[in-house]
């Protein structure tokens, strides 16, 4: 996990929570936990996994076949994004950030924080916002 003597800029944390997509994205969801504070990242994922199923209207589409198997075929995040425009809280604590899904905005968002840790500063979420 990235820690910062002193707290990082707003820069700094977006590229935290970008690095920590693109590794969910790519299936490699135990990277991604290490790079936060990390809340359940079974919970984030059956949240995306809910937002995706969601978003997609198409009855036929073959991302419907997974069903109960999403856990175990991880393929569809790779489809799965942040919009590329975040929006900070006014005390630039909170980063919120719009999820997509093959360009499609669903109804979910994942938010992260900045806080102080023993250490220094740390990025911490996701929490999963609807």
Same mark, same amino acid.
């Given at each position: 996990m990235k820690v910062w003597p002193e707290r990082p800029s707003m820069a700094d944390v977006e590229s935290v929570v970008r690095g920590y997509v693109g590794l969910v994205r790519a299936g490699r969801v135990d990277d991604a936990v290490q790079l936060v504070d990390h809340?359940?990242?079974r /919970?984030? !994922?059956?949240?995306l996994w809910r937002a995706v199923a969601e978003a997609v209207t198409d009855p036929d589409d073959p991302l /419907?076949? !997974?069903?109960g198997?999403?856990?175990?075929?991880l393929s569809w995040l790779g489809e799965f994004d942040i919009a590329e425009r975040v929006r900070w809280s006014e005390t630039g604590s909170h980063l919120?950030?719009?999820v997509t899904y093959r360009g499609v905005l669903t109804e979910l968002?994942?938010?992260f924080w900045v806080k102080p840790a023993a250490s220094g500063w740390i990025?911490?979420?996701p929490?999963?916002?609807w």
């Open positions: 809340s359940s990242a /919970h984030v !994922l059956a949240s /419907h076949c !997974l069903r198997g999403w856990e175990h075929d919120c950030a719009d968002e994942l938010s990025v911490a979420g929490a999963t916002l």
